[in-house]
C-alpha cells in the first residue's frame, strides 16, 4: 500500500449522529455500534468534501497508507442512489481538479448506459456547485466588486475591504491543481497571523493567493507534499510565508523551504515574522 489523503475518525469526538453519512456520495460512511466508521479505504478519495458537515470537529483529512480509492467501485454505490447522488459526486471531482477520476466515473455512466446532465466543460469555480461548501473551490479573482467589498483586487484600501482572492484557504482543503494558482504571489501564513497583525490583508494578503495552516497543530510533512505538488504543478512567481514569533511556527516556514528544494524550481523566498503583540518584527 502507498500513502494517501484519507479521511481520519476521532472516534472521541464522534457522537454517532451520522450526519456526515449523506454528505459522503461515495458511501465511505456508516453508523456502526453509535460510531461513525469508514467502511473501505477503497471509497474514501480523501478530498475532505464531509469534514465541514461534523458538528463535532470529528473528521480531518490525513496522509497514511490506504488502499487505493477505487472509482469505478464508487460509481456502483453511486449509480444505486439515484441522478441527485451522481450529479452531486461528479460536481465534488470536477470543484476538486480530480480529471482522472472524472473521466473513469464518466465511462462508467457511459458503458453502463446512465444519462445525466452534466457539463464537463470548465466553468468558473465560483459557479460550481455541490460539495461541502468549505471546500467548494472558488476563484474571486474576477469579482473585484461584491456585496461585502467595493474596492479592487490587488489596491490597498483604508475602508477595511478584503483583500481575499479564492476559497478554500485552508491547506488541507485546497486543490493543488485550482486555477489561480499559475502565476500566482503566494503566501502561507500560521493561521494565528492574520489574529495577532492587523494590517494582514492590506499589508500582507494583498495581491496574493493565500493558504492557512497551524504547524504546531497540523501535520507538517503533509504540509510539504502539498506544497511540493502545487510548486510543480503551477508557475509561482512568489512565496512568502508569513508565522509568529513562536518557535513552534516555524515549522511552515521549513515546510515551505523544503518544497521549494523538492520541487526543483527556483523561485523568490521571503519570511514574515509577526510578534505576540501583534508587531512586525
Same mark, same amino acid.
Given at each position: 500500500?502507498?500513502?494517501?489523503?484519507?479521511?481520519? #475518525?476521532?472516534?472521541?469526538? $464522534?457522537?454517532?449522529?451520522?450526519? /456526515?453519512?449523506?454528505? &459522503?456520495?461515495?458511501? *465511505?460512511?456508516?453508523?456502526i455500534?453509535?460510531? !461513525?466508521?469508514?467502511?473501505?479505504?477503497?471509497?474514501?478519495?480523501?478530498?475532505?468534501? /464531509?469534514?465541514?458537515? $461534523?458538528?463535532?470537529? *470529528?473528521?480531518?483529512?490525513?496522509?497514511?497508507?490506504?488502499?487505493?480509492?477505487d472509482?469505478?467501485?464508487?460509481?456502483?454505490?453511486?449509480?444505486? *442512489?439515484?441522478? @441527485? +447522488?451522481? %450529479?452531486?459526486? %461528479?460536481?465534488h471531482?470536477?470543484?476538486?481538479?480530480?480529471?482522472?477520476?472524472?473521466?473513469?466515473?464518466?465511462?462508467?455512466?457511459?458503458?453502463? @448506459?446512465?444519462?445525466?446532465?452534466?457539463?464537463?466543460?470548465?466553468?468558473?469555480?465560483a459557479?460550481?456547485?455541490?460539495? $461541502?461548501?468549505?471546500?467548494?473551490?472558488?476563484?474571486?479573482?474576477g469579482?473585484?466588486?461584491?456585496?461585502a467589498?467595493?474596492?479592487?483586487?490587488?489596491? !490597498?484600501?483604508? =475602508?477595511g475591504?478584503?483583500?481575499?482572492?479564492?476559497?478554500?484557504v485552508?491547506? +488541507?482543503? !485546497?486543490?493543488?491543481?485550482?486555477?489561480?494558482?499559475?502565476? =500566482?504571489?503566494?503566501? #502561507? *501564513?500560521?493561521? $494565528?497571523?492574520?489574529?495577532a497583525?492587523?494590517?494582514?490583508?492590506?499589508?500582507?494578503?494583498?495581491?496574493?493567493?493565500?493558504?492557512?495552516?497551524?504547524?504546531?497543530?497540523?501535520?507538517t510533512?503533509?504540509y510539504?507534499?502539498?506544497?511540493?505538488?502545487?510548486?510543480?504543478?503551477?508557475?509561482?512567481?512568489s512565496? +512568502?510565508?508569513?508565522?509568529?514569533?513562536?518557535? &513552534?511556527?516555524?515549522?511552515?516556514?521549513?515546510?515551505?523551504?523544503? =518544497?521549494?528544494?523538492?520541487?526543483?524550481k527556483?523561485?523568490?523566498?521571503?519570511?514574515? !515574522?509577526?510578534?505576540?503583540?501583534?508587531?512586525?518584527?
Open positions: 500500500m502507498a500513502k494517501r489523503k484519507i479521511i481520519e #475518525i476521532d472516534e472521541s469526538k $464522534c457522537n454517532g449522529c451520522g450526519a /456526515c453519512v449523506p454528505n &459522503c456520495p461515495e458511501g *465511505a460512511f456508516k453508523v455500534d453509535g460510531k !461513525v466508521r469508514l467502511i473501505s479505504d477503497l471509497f474514501c478519495d480523501g478530498l475532505g468534501a /464531509c469534514v465541514g458537515h $461534523c458538528p463535532e470537529g *470529528a473528521l480531518s483529512v490525513v496522509e497514511r497508507e490506504a488502499v487505493p480509492y472509482e469505478a467501485k464508487v460509481m456502483v454505490n453511486i449509480v444505486k *442512489a439515484g441522478k @441527485n +447522488t451522481i %450529479l452531486e459526486h %461528479l460536481n471531482l470536477k470543484s476538486h481538479g480530480e480529471k482522472k477520476f472524472l473521466g473513469t466515473a464518466l465511462d462508467y455512466l457511459k458503458k453502463n @448506459n446512465v444519462k445525466v446532465d452534466f457539463d464537463v466543460k470548465e466553468k468558473p469555480a459557479k460550481i456547485g455541490g460539495g $461541502c461548501p468549505g471546500s467548494e473551490m472558488r476563484d474571486l479573482r469579482e473585484e466588486e461584491n456585496e467589498c467595493e474596492g479592487k483586487f490587488g489596491e !490597498v484600501n483604508s =475602508a475591504n478584503s483583500q481575499l482572492r479564492q476559497w478554500p485552508q491547506i +488541507t482543503l !485546497v486543490p493543488p491543481s485550482a486555477p489561480y494558482f499559475e502565476g =500566482a504571489d503566494l503566501l #502561507i *501564513a500560521a493561521d $494565528c497571523v492574520p489574529f497583525y492587523a494590517k494582514f490583508h492590506d499589508d500582507l494578503l494583498n495581491g496574493k493567493i493565500v493558504l492557512v495552516g497551524c504547524p504546531k497543530l497540523d501535520d510533512g503533509f510539504a507534499e502539498k506544497f511540493t505538488e502545487i510548486f510543480k504543478e503551477n508557475n509561482i512567481k512565496v +512568502t510565508v508569513a508565522r509568529m514569533e513562536v518557535p &513552534c511556527c516555524g515549522g511552515i516556514v521549513m515546510a515551505a523551504k523544503k =518544497a521549494l528544494a523538492e520541487s526543483g527556483k523561485i523568490g523566498f521571503s519570511e514574515v !515574522v509577526i510578534g505576540i503583540k501583534g508587531n512586525r518584527l
